[in-house]
């Protein structure tokens, strides 16, 4: 009975220290359980003020912001203090470049403006203009951008701008084949070697010609030609417009296929940037009459980009269109709400290569296109304020550059006659 009740005994103090093994098991597993969920908690809570901090509304942000006002605060001071001296001592040197309005006609070069990006807003006369990078005695080099008044003592820091000269109109001067601005529009023999414009009877008419800062097309037989421009495989071309339209429909710029057995100009375009108020502003490119359903049909070799919200009538449009012929991409900007938005796509290299926009016995035309059914010649009417084609392709930078001289230059001799 004894053996009996030590057994008894012995199992009952086994369960019990089984019994506390397990619950300490358990209590270390929701101790480890508890530890894991508390990293993550921190870890979420670390993201979170880390990205508060970092972000645009953050602490680091806010301190950057404010050292940079306290830079910018110091250097006008120092600015400030030149103009002060100048008043006390006319002898004493001013620094930065004398700015000067336009005299009296667009040809004139002896002027320098800067204009301010997306606002009517310029610096001429009585300014001086003061760029990054200007020395200054006892401070060292100016690390903002400025245009200094010493009569009224005004310094402005100045962000985006636009320096504007007589020589002014564009930024990208090299591989220009067609090159047309306010600057050189009285002198034809400086638009290209190959540049003809095109017109009929009334070239001198209200609605034909140069007239001022632009180049009218009338809508019935003027256009611009462009023959022999080599486009090299490696490379690719830039087009770009800046202009006014009227009308709903508008044919920008054309290059047009060669019917093989005849050897003559057919409807289908090897390529072809064109406005309507049905499909917005479109670009394509194409090989020919023969194998443009095909073209149609693969997305890769035949493209349209659309920009909706082109309205009816008057309207000023500014484009730029880059063929990368050796990465097969394809990038069109258009204006914006004083902005350039992209748009592009990639098509296949071989068929670019490959098609008759290679060849160089097809002409480029601007403001004509051939094409209908049955085809005929189609004309458009638009007042021209600066239309470029490069025989390489522009970057996103240059492209942009080109674009606020071209607008700013346009608008600073429009205010000017006005």
Known sequence: ???????????????????????????????????????????????????MAMSGDGLFSKAKLAVNKYDVASEQEVLQQQIIEYQMNNSIEKIGEKLSDKISSVTDSNWKVIQLNNSDKNYGTNYYYVPKGTEIANYGQTKYNWVMNYETGEVINIEEYTVLDGNAGISVKDNLTLNINPVNLNDKTSWGENVTFVYGAEENSKNSGVHGTELRFDGIDDYLRIDNVEIQVDEGFTFE???????D?????????????????????SFRIGISSLHGLSCNIGKGASESELARVNS????????????????????????DLKNGKVCLFYEENGKLRENETFCSVDYLNSGDLMKKELPFCIGSFFGGSPSYDQ????????????????????????????????????EDNN
């Open 241 to 247: 417009f800046y202009g006014k339209k009227y009308g």
């Open 300 to 323: 890769t070799n035949w493209f349209d980009f659309s920009v909706p919200d082109i309205s009816e009538g008057e309207m000023i449009i500014y484009v730029s269109v880059s063929v």
């Open 1 to 51: 009975m004894k053996c009996k009740e030590i057994l008894e005994k012995d199992k009952i103090n086994l369960h019990l220290r089984n019994k506390k093994k397990v619950q300490k098991l358990k209590e270390k597993g929701i101790t480890l359980i508890a530890l894991v969920v508390t990293i993550i908690i921190l870890l979420i809570l670390a993201g979170v003020t880390l990205n």
């Open 379 to 414: 004309y458009s009417r638009y007042d021209l304020y600066a239309t470029r084609l490069y025989n390489r392709v522009l970057n996103e930078k240059e492209v942009n550059e080109n674009y606020y001289e071209s607008v700013n230059f346009h608008n600073y001799l429009m």
């Open 249 to 269: 429909k508008v044919w920008i710029l054309n290059r047009l296929g060669i019917d093989e057995e005849t050897s003559k100009p057919n409807a289908a375009s």
